[in-house]
Structures are given as C-alpha cells and as structure tokens.
C-alpha cells in the first residue's frame, strides 16, 4: 500500500519561498496513470487543488496559484517536491501530498499533512 509524507518547514517568512517535498513508499511515482497531487486547506476553510505532476512527469497547475506554484520531482528519491513563491500570510494552511487518478480527482491516498504558517 503506498504511503505518502509530506516534510519541510513549519514556518516561512512572507515574500520567501516555500518549500515543500512529498516521500513516497510502497509504490513508485512514475508507475502509469498515477498522478501526484498538492493539496491545502486554510485554517476554517475548505481544501484547495494546488496542482499535481503525473506519472510521466507533466505538469498541472491549479487556477489559483498558478503562477506562484510550481511541482517538480526527483525519480532517484521516489519524492516530489512543491515549490510557492512569495508567501504572504493567507498560504497558512495544512499541506497534504495525495496521489490520485486524475490530475485533480480520484484521489485515494493522502499524507498526514503539514501544518506550514506565514508569519514574521
């Protein structure tokens, strides 16, 4: 059974970059049709696609971070990593890594998730 894990900082400065990798075990990340997922809920709010890479290593950019968020992956680690450009304290959110069937559904394996906050 796959098993995923997210890891990186707790806390970020805003106007810095965060950054954040996704380890996993139990399968591996370019086996076919599965897709690599980023995802996040804010404090009292609902979850939000930020975007996934998949399989063959293609990107997908979710509309509303698209030009700050960017995923790449490292093959030799069986890791993938989410890089988001100038933080401002509305990121602050819960991070999750899910694998999925589609870019952005069909998603049926989650990491614990992360708790990354943007403070000064």
């Known amino acids: 059974q796959v098993q995923l894990q997210e890891s990186g900082p707790a806390l970020v400065q805003p106007s810095h970059t965060l950054s954040l990798t996704c380890t996993v075990s139990?399968?591996?990340?370019?086996?076919?049709?599965?897709?690599w997922s980023w995802v996040r809920q804010p404090p009292g709010k609902g979850l939000e696609w930020i975007g996934a890479?998949?399989?063959?290593?293609?990107?997908y950019s979710g509309p509303s971070l698209k030009s700050r968020a960017s995923i790449s992956r490292d093959t030799s680690k069986n890791q993938f990593t989410l890089q988001l450009t100038s933080v401002i304290p509305e990121d602050t959110a819960v991070y999750y890594c899910?694998?999925?069937?589609?870019?952005?559904?069909?998603?049926?394996?989650w990491g614990n998730g992360t708790l990354v906050t943007v403070s000064a």
């Open positions: 139990g399968g591996s990340i370019t086996t076919n049709l599965n897709y």
């Open positions: 890479i998949g399989y063959n290593g293609s990107p």
């Open positions: 899910v694998r999925a069937a589609n870019p952005w559904s069909g998603m049926d394996s």
